[in-house]
C-alpha cells in the first residue's frame, strides 16, 4: 500500500519513509539510477574517478584538521592543513591522470586559504549540548517523510544569530540565485532550524579549493514549498516512477553496463573497451558551435568550468522547453487546450526563475511566455488533431571517427502519418532566421544523422519552431550531406585538441557574453552595432 493511503484516513503514519538530500538529488538526476542503488541496493561496477578521489581527500583533511585544531590554534603552522592533505594523497588514485600534479597543487592551495579561513573562523565554532557543533544530524521531518541531514559545521556569528556552513569540495560554485531553489540546501537549512530554531538564520557554502564563502539568508530561501516538493518526489518514488533518465552522467555511472536504457554499450560500435573509449573527446552542438564562435568563450566554460551566470533568457528558454515536453509527452492523458497549457505554464515557472534581474523584469518575461504559447496554440493545437510526440528530449551518444563522441538532446521527434519521423527544435531567442539559414542550420543537420543513426529512424522533414515569430521553419535533409557534418566534426575535435591560445572572437553573442568584462577586445565589441543582447528587450514584448 502507498505510503500516503495511510493518511487519506487520518490515520497517524505507521510507517516512515526514511531519506536523505542525497537519495534525492539522484533520483532527479535518474530514477533508474535510484533505483539500481536505493531500492535494489546493488553497488554497480565502481569507476575511479580522480575528481571523487580529490574531493575526498580534501573532506577528510577537513574533519581531522578541526578536530585537531579545536583546543588550541595558536599551535597550528600555517601549512598544518596542506602537510595533512599531503599525509593523505594516495597517488594511486591518481595514475594515470594527465593533469596529477595540477590536483596535487589544487590541494597545497585548498591547504593553504583553508588554514587561514578556519583561522579568520574560529572564535565562531558553536558549542551544542557541550561539544563543538560539528558533523551534527539533524532531522526534517514532514509526514510521512524524514530527511536526516548532516551539517558540517555551526558557527555563532557576532550579531549573535546562527549561520549553517556546509564544505564543498567541487570546482563548480553554485551562484546566490540558484541557492534559492536548491532542494539539498533547503533541506538542511529545514532540519538546522528544526533543531536550533529561528536563530539560525545564515546559510553558507565554503568551497575548500579556494575558501571562497557563498552565503544566503534563510529569509531568502523557498522553505515554503518545500512540503509540497518532497512529497511530490517522494510520491513517483511510492508509484515506482523509475525511468532511466539518459544523459551526459551516464558515461561515469557504475550501472551503464547493466542499465535497460541502453541496450548496446557505445563503446561496442566502434569495437573498444570503455576505457578506450572513455579517452575520446566528448562533443556537442553547442560545445562545438561555442568553440567555432569563440576559442575564449569555450575555453572559459570547458576548460576553466566556470558555470554560466544565470541569465533571464536561459531560465526563459528552458522554462518553455519543459512546458512542451508536458504538453506532448505521450504518457499525460489530460485534455491538451490554452487552458492546460497556461496550467502546465504556472506549474512550471516555479522551477526557472533564476536569472532575473527584479520582479518586474520576471513579469516582463512571463507576459511574453503567456503570448508566445497562446499564439502556438491558435496555431498549431487548436487548428489541428492533436498528437502526443513520438520522442521528447531523447539523448542521443554517437562515436564519430576515432577521437569524438557526438552527444546531445533532440527537442522532440513527432510521427508522420506517412510512416516517417519529423524532428522539431524550439527556438525561443528574440532574433529571426531566413530560410536561407534553417536550410544550412548544422545542428538540425547533426539531429537529422543522430535520429537516423541512433533511434533508426526515417527522418522525412525538420523544423524550427521560431516561438517569437509565431511560425514554424521546416526544411529536409539527405544522406549525402552526413559524411561533410562528420567530417567538420572531427576537424573541430583535432583544431580544440591543438588549441593552445584560445583567442576571442567577436560574434552575436559577445553582448550577452558573461567574459566581456576584461574581454582582450570589449571595445570592439561594445562599439560594434550591430550587435544585440539575447534578452528580450521592452520591443520584443
Ligand atoms: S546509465 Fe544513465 S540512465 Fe542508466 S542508470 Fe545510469 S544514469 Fe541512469
Ligand atoms: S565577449 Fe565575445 S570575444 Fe570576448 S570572450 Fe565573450 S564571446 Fe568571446
Known amino acids: 500500500m502507498s505510503l500516503f493511503g495511510l493518511f487519506d484516513k487520518k490515520q497517524k503514519p505507521i510507517e516512515v519513509m526514511k531519506t536523505s538530500p542525497g537519495k534525492l538529488k539522484t533520483y532527479m538526476q535518474c530514477p533508474m539510477k535510484y533505483k539500481f542503488l536505493h531500492v535494489e541496493n546493488r553497488t554497480g561496477r565502481k569507476l575511479s574517478t580522480h575528481?571523487?578521489?580529490?574531493?575526498?581527500?580534501?573532506?577528510?583533511?577537513?574533519?581531522?584538521?578541526?578536530?585537531?585544531?579545536?583546543?588550541?590554534?595558536?599551535?597550528?603552522?600555517?601549512?598544518?592543513?596542506?602537510?595533512?592533505?599531503?599525509?593523505?594523497?594516495?597517488?594511486?588514485?591518481?595514475?594515470?591522470?594527465?593533469?596529477?600534479?595540477?590536483?596535487?597543487?589544487?590541494?597545497?592551495?585548498?591547504?593553504?586559504?583553508?588554514?587561514?579561513?578556519?583561522?579568520?573562523?574560529?572564535?565562531?565554532?558553536?558549542?551544542?549540548?557541550?561539544?563543538?557543533?560539528?558533523?551534527?544530524?539533524?532531522?526534517?521531518?514532514?509526514?510521512?517523510?524524514?530527511?536526516?541531514?548532516?551539517?558540517?559545521?555551526?558557527?555563532?556569528?557576532?550579531?549573535?544569530?546562527?549561520?549553517?556552513?556546509?564544505?564543498?569540495?567541487?570546482?563548480?560554485?553554485?551562484?546566490?540565485?540558484?541557492?534559492?531553489?536548491?532542494?539539498?540546501?533547503?533541506?538542511?537549512?529545514?532540519?538546522?532550524?528544526?533543531?536550533?530554531?529561528?536563530?539560525?538564520?545564515?546559510?553558507?557554502?565554503?568551497?575548500?579549493?579556494d575558501g571562497n564563502t557563498i552565503e544566503i539568508p534563510v529569509d531568502d530561501l523557498d522553505l515554503e514549498t518545500l512540503p509540497g516538493e518532497l512529497l511530490e518526489k517522494i510520491r513517483k518514488i511510492q508509484d515506482g516512477d523509475f525511468d532511466p533518465h539518459l544523459g551526459p552522467l551516464c558515461s561515469v555511472c557504475e550501472f551503464l553496463e547493466e542499465c535497460p536504457g541502453w541496450p548496446e554499450m557505445p563503446w561496442k560500435r566502434v569495437g573498444e573497451d570503455r576505457e578506450t573509449y572513455g579517452k575520446r573527446l566528448r562533443m556537442s552542438y553547442s560545445k562545438m558551435s561555442l568553440f567555432e564562435r569563440c576559442p575564449r568563450a569555450y575555453s572559459k566554460l570547458y576548460i576553466e568550468k566556470i558555470a554560466p551566470k544565470p541569465q533571464p533568457f536561459f531560465s526563459f528558454g528552458s522554462c518553455i522547453h519543459a512546458v512542451m515536453e508536458t504538453f506532448y509527452d505521450k504518457n499525460n492523458d489530460e485534455k491538451r487546450s490554452l487552458q492546460y497549457l497556461m496550467r502546465v505554464l504556472d506549474e512550471t515557472w516555479t522551477g526557472f526563475r533564476i536569472g532575473y534581474a527584479d520582479d518586474n523584469e520576471e513579469s516582463r518575461y512571463r507576459e511574453k511566455a503567456v503570448t508566445m504559447l497562446e499564439q502556438y496554440c491558435n496555431r498549431f493545437v487548436k487548428s489541428q488533431k492533436f498528437f502526443?510526440?513520438?520522442?521528447?528530449?531523447?539523448?542521443?551518444?554517437?562515436?564519430?571517427?576515432?577521437?569524438?563522441?557526438?552527444?546531445?538532446?533532440?527537442?522532440?521527434?513527432?510521427?508522420?502519418?506517412?510512416?516517417?519521423?519529423?524532428?522539431?527544435?524550439?527556438?525561443?531567442?528574440?532574433?529571426?532566421?531566413?530560410?536561407?539559414?534553417?536550410?544550412?542550420?548544422?545542428?538540425?543537420?547533426?539531429?537529422?544523422?543522430?535520429?537516423?543513426?541512433?533511434?533508426?529512424?526515417?527522418?522525412?522533414?525538420?523544423?524550427?519552431?521560431?516561438?517569437?515569430?509565431?511560425?514554424?521553419?521546416?526544411t529536409t535533409r539527405s544522406p549525402d550531406q552526413i559524411p561533410g557534418l562528420l567530417e567538420r566534426v572531427e576537424q573541430v575535435t583535432r583544431q580544440i585538441r591543438a588549441e593552445t591560445v584560445f583567442a576571442p572572437k567577436v560574434n552575436k553573442y559577445c553582448l550577452s557574453c558573461d567574459h566581456l568584462n576584461g574581454c582582450p577586445i570589449e571595445e570592439t565589441v561594445r562599439s560594434d552595432g550591430r550587435l544585440r543582447t539575447m534578452e528580450f528587450t521592452e520591443d520584443d514584448v
Open 51 to 209: 575528481h571523487l578521489s580529490f574531493d575526498g581527500i580534501l573532506k577528510q583533511a577537513v574533519e581531522e584538521f578541526q578536530k585537531k585544531t579545536l583546543m588550541k590554534f595558536e599551535d597550528i603552522q600555517p601549512d598544518e592543513l596542506s602537510r595533512m592533505i599531503e599525509a593523505n594523497w594516495d597517488p594511486a588514485r591518481f595514475e594515470g591522470v594527465e593533469n596529477a600534479e595540477e590536483f596535487r597543487e589544487a590541494a597545497r592551495k585548498a591547504g593553504r586559504v583553508m588554514t587561514q579561513w578556519f583561522a579568520d573562523n574560529r572564535a565562531f565554532l558553536f558549542t551544542h549540548r557541550r561539544e563543538p557543533a560539528l558533523g551534527v544530524f539533524a532531522e526534517y521531518f514532514v509526514q510521512p517523510i524524514s530527511v536526516w541531514v548532516r551539517l558540517d559545521r555551526i558557527e555563532r556569528m557576532p550579531e549573535g544569530n546562527l549561520r549553517l556552513v556546509i564544505f564543498k569540495s567541487g570546482a563548480r560554485q553554485i551562484l546566490p540565485q540558484e541557492m534559492k531553489h536548491d532542494l539539498g540546501i533547503r533541506l538542511q537549512m529545514a532540519a538546522a532550524r528544526e533543531l536550533f530554531g529561528e536563530s539560525m538564520n545564515r546559510f553558507a557554502y565554503v568551497y575548500l579549493r
Open 388 to 474: 502526443p510526440a513520438s520522442q521528447i528530449e531523447s539523448y542521443f551518444e554517437i562515436p564519430v571517427g576515432g577521437d569524438t563522441v557526438m552527444t546531445g538532446f533532440i527537442d522532440r521527434i513527432d510521427a508522420r502519418l506517412d510512416g516517417g519521423y519529423t524532428v522539431l527544435d524550439y527556438k525561443t531567442e528574440p532574433t529571426d532566421r531566413t530560410q536561407d539559414a534553417v536550410d544550412k542550420d548544422l545542428q538540425l543537420t547533426l539531429y537529422y544523422w543522430a535520429a537516423r543513426e541512433w533511434l533508426r529512424l526515417d527522418i522525412r522533414e525538420l523544423g524550427l519552431f521560431m516561438m517569437s515569430f509565431d511560425k514554424l521553419m521546416t
